[in-house]
């Protein structure tokens, strides 16, 4: 089966602890994605990598990092320097399209998220 | 002004209504129009995408794009239980590159009741 796993589905983490999120796909896609969900805010973009060995910060980066040394894998880590780590966690990733003009829009796949808790 | 705003609800409704879901945004660069649906606990999955003005129609849902105001809908006819779930709106002003990450609404979580 085709798409994108994400692990753990729950995951607990202790005040001032680094946790790493797995995200793994094997749609052959070369842009990954991590957003964070909380109630009443939408998804908003941590990071993303349009391709291996590269990555850029998207609009809420602060506490976060993370690394893409394989295409099919793209692991989130929560630092502790993140204030309000507590949320839903989903990671995507889509094909890219070269050109400029370009009616096509190349679909975002989600995970199932992982849910984050500090205790 | 955020730069897309969608009402949140909860929008409850009786098995059999048409289901109007709206969001506004205020980047005229946006091009890509798409909705979601997110099951509880689930990840988004893509619903609609519409490029540039117009509508799309796909089974019972129909997608519209008005540019000139700035406005999509979501219409859902025959609404089923099933359709129970919360649905996001996305857009960006490319369809690849970083001007094509997406920029969602919060969401609005509809309830069809048997």
């Known amino acids: 089966d085709g798409g994108i796993t994400q692990s753990p589905k729950y995951l607990f983490r202790k005040e001032g602890q680094n946790v790493t999120l797995s995200c793994e796909q094997n749609l052959n896609h070369d842009a990954m994605y991590w957003y964070r969900q909380d109630p009443g805010q939408g998804l908003r973009l941590i990071y993303y990598?349009?391709?291996?060995?590269?990555?850029q910060k998207g609009d809420i980066a602060e506490g976060y990092s993370v690394s893409r040394e394989k295409k099919e894998s793209f692991p989130l880590t929560v630092t502790s320097a993140q204030k309000n780590p507590t949320a839903f966690y989903l990671c995507?990733?889509?094909?890219?399209?070269?050109?400029?003009?370009?009616?096509?829009?190349?679909?975002?796949?989600f995970g199932p998220g992982t849910r984050l808790t500090v205790l | 002004q955020k730069e897309v705003e969608q009402d949140p609800g909860p929008l409850s409704v009786p098995e059999g209504a048409i289901v109007s879901l709206n969001c506004t945004y205020s980047?005229?660069?946006?091009?890509?129009f798409m909705w979601y649906r997110q099951y509880s606990r689930k990840g988004p999955e893509l619903l609609m995408y519409t490029y540039s003005s117009g509508n799309k129609e796909d089974g019972r849902f129909t997608a519209q794009v008005d540019k000139s105001s700035k406005y999509i809908s979501l219409f859902i006819r025959d609404s089923q239980p099933s359709d129970s779930a919360t649905y996001l709106c996305?857009?960006?002003?490319?369809?690849?590159?970083?001007?094509?990450?997406?920029?969602f609404g919060k969401g609005t979580k509809l309830s069809v009741k048997p």
């Open positions: 980047n005229s660069a946006f091009q890509y």
């Open positions: 995507a990733s889509s094909a890219t399209t070269s050109g400029m003009f370009s009616s096509s829009y190349n679909e975002q796949f």
């Open positions: 990598s349009q391709i291996v060995n590269d990555f």
């Open positions: 996305a857009m960006s002003a490319m369809g690849w590159g970083s001007q094509g990450n997406l920029i």
